[in-house]
């Protein structure tokens, strides 16, 4: 008996420090927010570039954050469609499709995350 009272002591003493210390590290984690460290929007852009109807659609971006990845959101005369853009160590990144018609072709970039922008527009390329 006097075995299960001391455990009971043990674990009443515990609990109370062990919902203390949860306490502090998870305030401390919920409030603590990371921040991507990213270079100034005025430094990232991008263009897109095409030889012609059935040729390569090539997006191209510069100036984003290192090894990072993006929303890219592609329009076409067809379309639109949204798919990632992955940055390499320099910051920039190329994205490869094609084109199959005539018409007006541009991208947007955004950042990945619950709150979302739009870092750059790519210049508007028409076939």
């Known amino acids: 008996m006097f075995v299960f009272l001391t455990r009971l002591g043990r674990l009443a003493v515990g609990i109370p420090v062990v919902i203390a210390v949860t306490a502090l590290l998870g305030f ?37 954050s290192a090894g990072t990845q993006y929303h890219l959101f592609v329009s076409s005369p067809t379309g639109s469609y949204e798919t990632v853009a992955n940055t390499d160590s320099t910051g920039a990144f190329t994205y490869e499709s094609w084109t199959y018609a005539k018409g007006a072709y541009g991208a947007s970039v955004w950042s990945v995350g619950g709150k979302s922008r739009q870092l750059a527009t790519c210049t508007s390329l028409t076939l």
């Open 28 to 64: 401390n984690t919920l409030t603590a927010v990371p921040v991507a460290h990213r270079q100034g929007a005025s430094t990232m852009s991008c263009t897109v570039s095409s030889a012609g109807v059935g040729q390569k659609l090539i997006v191209a971006g510069h100036g984003f």
